[in-house]
């Protein structure tokens, strides 16, 4: 189980450090670790932050929204993987709908940033998802497959086992309308079958996260599906508070999967 937050276009490094500082010293052990997903620009100061809190990686961690696959050169406004590395990032999204919807962003683009995001070293949260039309038009699992192969078609049998992947039904994003338990879990068992035709049983081991109007009220229900590995939040994650509860819920859901 895992818990990521994508804090998208919120906190400045001062924000980010007072929000890491207070999440550090309320989080119990467990074994579900947080992920927190930065701007850029934030990244430097929880670099910093992060070496006072004592806590292990294992446990809580960080990393960017984005990046791009190409090491250096002419790509005005971009940061590579090294860049990230070089902040202590361990994680990184790949694929956001807000990426591919907003910034044009392609599944052959996002397949060549996931490899390179594993070679590197850094886990790529890689995001797939269908639109409301597409959901509505029957088009659910032509969609998920072409995200899914096109986005991971690079990757040897081994790399596959170090990414994450992300459910985003882009209908649930931001918009207070959770996917049910039933709708995720449905989409969630899909994926695993897909990624079991990539690379057999051991798709077992991958990490499927939910996301999309996740908030400590539904998140038991939804983490506590068989297919559900975790979430990916994005407003609830913004608050200590309540990043803190979707953490006690993701622990809940986690312990009684056992
Ligand atoms: P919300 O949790 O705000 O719906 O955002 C989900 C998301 O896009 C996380 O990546």
Not at 68 to 81: D, L, P
Not at 150 to 178: C, D, H, M
Not at 200 to 214: D, Q, R, T
């Amino acid at each position: 189980m895992l818990l990521a937050a994508n804090w998208k276009l919120n906190k400045t490094g001062r924000e980010a450090v007072h929000f890491l500082n207070n999440y550090a010293q309320a989080l119990p052990p467990s074994d579900v670790p947080t992920v927190l997903l930065a701007p850029f620009t934030a990244l430097p100061a929880l670099c910093d932050a992060f070496e006072g809190t004592k806590l292990p990686r294992a446990q809580l961690s960080y990393g960017a929204q984005n990046f791009y696959f190409e090491e250096s050169g002419a790509f005005t406004g971009e940061v590579s993987a090294d860049m990230l590395l070089e902040h202590g990032c361990t994680h990184v999204i790949v694929g956001h709908s807000e990426r591919r919807a907003i910034f044009g962003e392609s599944d052959e683009l996002l397949g060549k940033k996931v490899v390179r995001a594993v070679e590197k070293g850094l886990v790529p949260i890689f995001c797939i998802g269908e639109t409301l039309t597409e959901r509505e038009a029957g088009q659910l699992e032509s969609v998920l497959t072409r995200q899914l192969d096109r986005g991971l078609s690079r990757l040897t049998n081994e790399q596959f086992l170090k990414i994450v992947i992300a459910y985003e039904p882009v209908w649930a994003i931001g918009t207070g309308v959770v996917a049910t338990p039933e709708q995720a879990e449905a989409a969630h068992q899909f994926v695993r079958t897909r990624l079991k035709a990539m690379i057999g049983e051991s798709a077992n081991k991958l990490s499927i996260l939910y996301g999309g109007s996740v908030t400590p009220a539904n998140a038991y229900s939804l983490m506590s599906q068989p297919n559900i590995d975790g979430a990916l939040v994005g407003g609830a994650s913004l608050k200590v508070d309540s990043l803190m509860a979707l953490h006690t819920e993701c622990v809940r859901a986690a312990k009684e999967k056992q």
